[in-house]
């Protein structure tokens, strides 16, 4: 199905890479053209992407705007991209925090500045590929594509640390990758084993019916690879190091999108082609979430760096997604899959704030600000306002997905929506007490007298960041009914596999190490 008249799932994903033809013209000398040149690119690009959401279907689960060409016969693998309801917000949210994360940039990187901006821009080619690819290969194509530019911009414009950070981030991501790669390579076997023919089509795995002990262990692969994406706890550790050295666009883009790519991932491929092992791992998973939830927002109120601050409570926010997500039910999971557009947007905004700051004092120790309120009112307010939306307070983005997850947990289960709860507290804690220590009270520090409020370009790209926060917090219904057909046509299908197949129990010290878990997950229906 495509309702546009020319392939614009590829037009959405290769203009950027057009993009780093036109930034490499341009002589190095100019650097404000090549700052033009990578902002114009990378809004045309969002400007593109609008055409999807207004021509989406949304009473269809299947995929739309399917292109389909051949590109290695001889192995079957094919050029096919298309989205259905769960990638087409992932999809726009990645080509808006682009936008922005260029605009955030220009006075922050001052060397290399074209390498920089077609470092953004082919950054920016896969991850639109990883939401839209429909063969197995491409798909993988585009996820390892993401991890070059990523590590350069970490290695080369971040901070102190930074090759140790972009080692780090590289090793994680690439150990994942491995993994999943072989993974692809037996589901690629199994198909023609049982079908008699080679394919890597995404949606053909969906069918395989593969038994449970198989399932079990290519979840894993699966899964390992997605959770140190995520991150989740214990898969985190990369994070806070890439975080902060990372310069403020990758930060923008590594907290926006790029986490996403692991909670997308369990979405697109482990509930789907492995039901009875996603039921089997379900206590484990969710039993990991919440570690994350109250780890990430305890270590987060311990923080004297507000940017490592903001890095550890993406730790605890991706909780949230995943306790949704495994929660298997329609509020769970739609909850799940808002919560990641809201992460996008508010934690990119915090990283944008913690930018602004650092641009201007060249620190990001809390200890080094305060009352920042008086000299710069308009910067405290919307940092007040992106610190609300964080925390899901009503009104704003973050409470529709906080909502719709806690009654998604407390569907599941008792214990888990309580425990999830006093998170939220918690994190309503360290983010009120950041902003009070930053913005107010007197100013103790004779530097930030002199510190200038917010500039055009910063308003640039801060307001139309709130303009999502507020939209989607007041008004969400545009954005849960897009993904509503194909998260009803996911959990049908788990729970298909849940009626038909017996759910392994798995090993006696599983069992007995979640026994406390609310094991009903495993034998009841969750879907309504």
């Not at 069918?207 to 390992?224: D, N, V």
């Not at 491929?269 to 039921?279: E, K, R, V």
């Not at 809390?366 to 925390?391: D, N, T």
């Not at 510190?451 to 709130?466: F, N, Q």
Request: aromatic share 14%.
């Amino acid at each position: 199905m495509n309702a546009a008249n020319y392939p614009i799932l590829s037009v959405t994903t290769f203009l950027p890479l057009l993009g780093v033809a036109l930034v490499c013209l341009i002589p190095s000398r100019h650097q404000r053209a090549i700052q033009w040149a990578a902002f114009l690119v990378t809004v045309a690009t969002f400007l593109v992407s609008l055409q999807l959401y207004f021509q989406f279907d949304t009473t269809t689960w299947q995929m739309q705007f399917v292109e389909d060409a051949p590109w290695i016969p001889q192995f079957a693998i094919r050029y096919q991209m298309g989205i259905d309801g769960i990638s087409l917000l992932l999809v726009l949210l990645t080509t808006f925090l682009s936008a922005v994360a260029v605009l955030s940039t220009w006075s922050a990187v001052t060397e290399r500045v074209k390498a920089y901006m077609a470092s953004l821009l082919l950054l920016e080619t896969g991850m639109i590929g990883v939401f839209c690819a429909l063969d197995f290969i491409l798909f993988y194509v585009f996820w390892e594509v993401m991890l070059i530019p990523m590590y350069f911009i970490i290695g080369i414009w971040g901070g102190p640390r930074r090759i140790y950070a972009a080692v780090k981030f590289f090793i994680y991501t690439m150990s994942g990758s491995v993994l999943m790669l072989v993974a692809i390579l037996v589901l690629y076997f199994m198909h023609h084993e049982a079908t008699g023919t080679f394919s890597f089509h995404i949606l053909d795995y969906h069918k395989l019916g593969l038994p449970a002990h198989l399932q079990m262990w290519l979840f894993l692969a699966f899964a390992i690879a997605f959770a140190i994406k995520v991150p989740m706890f214990p898969f985190h550790t990369w994070l806070p190091d890439a975080h902060v050295e990372a310069p403020t666009a990758g930060s923008v883009i590594l907290a926006g999108i790029l986490l996403k790519m692991g909670t997308y991932g369990f979405l697109r491929f482990c509930l789907p082609m492995f039901p009875q092992a996603t039921l089997f791992f379900v206590p484990l998973i969710l039993v990991l979430a919440l570690i994350g939830i109250i780890y990430g927002a305890l270590v987060s109120l311990a923080q004297d760096d507000v940017k490592k601050l903001v890095a550890y409570s993406s730790v605890s926010h991706l909780g949230y997604c995943m306790l949704g997500m495994f929660a298997l039910n329609v509020d769970g999971i739609k909850g799940s899959l808002i919560q990641m557009i809201n992460h996008g947007l508010s934690t990119g905004a915090l990283f944008l704030i913690v930018g602004i700051l650092y641009e201007r004092r060249h620190t990001r120790m809390i200890s080094e600000y305060g009352g920042l309120m008086k000299v710069m009112p308009m910067f405290a307010f919307i940092f007040l306002l992106v610190a609300f939306s964080s925390m899901g307070v009503p009104g704003t983005n973050g409470f529709v997905g906080e909502l719709l997850i806690l009654i998604g947990a407390f569907q599941a289960s008792l214990k888990f929506g309580l425990i999830a709860t006093v998170g939220l507290i918690l994190g309503a804690v360290y983010l009120i007490w950041t902003v009070k220590r930053v913005t107010y009270g007197p100013i103790t520090k004779e530097e930030n007298r002199t510190l200038k409020d917010m500039t055009a370009r910063e308003y640039a790209y801060m307001l139309p960041v709130m303009l999502f926060i507020f939209w989607i917090g007041l008004y969400p219904k545009p954005f849960l009914r897009t993904m509503d057909a194909s998260v009803s046509h996911l959990l049908e299908s788990v729970q298909a596999q849940r009626t038909a197949q017996t759910v392994p129990q798995g090993p006696v010290w599983f069992q007995h190490l979640f026994a406390k878990v609310d094991r009903q997950l495993l034998t009841k229906g969750q879907g309504r």
